[in-house]
């Protein structure tokens, strides 16, 4: 069982920045895909971005020039840079991966709340 755990949410003015984490138990090089998500109350959760093995990563299309995800295999985390935060982009924002093609894993999220 691969544990993710997100990190760096917090309150943030509009047009500010903020810097998710996302630390696997398990060596994130052996991932076929690591990505984010957000879900708002009362909202399905939605694609932020993916960023697939040898691939090239994807972004939503509201967050396309504004966020970007990296990573550290060394440090087995995945990084979501989040600039110019607008005030609908207030969510929990959940860290994915899949490991070996099969298994999917989320974390428990992390709150990110922007102020007007």
């Known amino acids: 069982q691969v544990q993710l755990v997100e990190s760096g949410g917090g309150l943030v003015q509009a047009g500010g920045s903020l810097r998710l984490s996302c630390v696997a138990s398990e060596s994130i090089a052996a991932t076929n895909v690591m990505g984010w998500y957000r879900q708002a109350p009362g909202k399905q959760r939605e694609l932020v971005a993916v960023n697939p093995r040898g691939g090239v990563t994807t972004y939503a299309d509201s967050m396309k020039g504004r966020f970007s995800i990296s990573a550290d295999n060394a440090k087995n985390t995945v990084y979501l840079q989040m600039d110019s935060l607008k005030p609908e982009d207030p969510s929990t924002y959940y860290c994915?991966?899949?490991?070996?093609?099969?298994?999917?894993?989320w974390g428990e999220g992390t709150q990110v709340t922007v102020s007007s």
């Open positions: 994915m991966g899949i490991w070996y093609d099969v298994a999917r894993y």
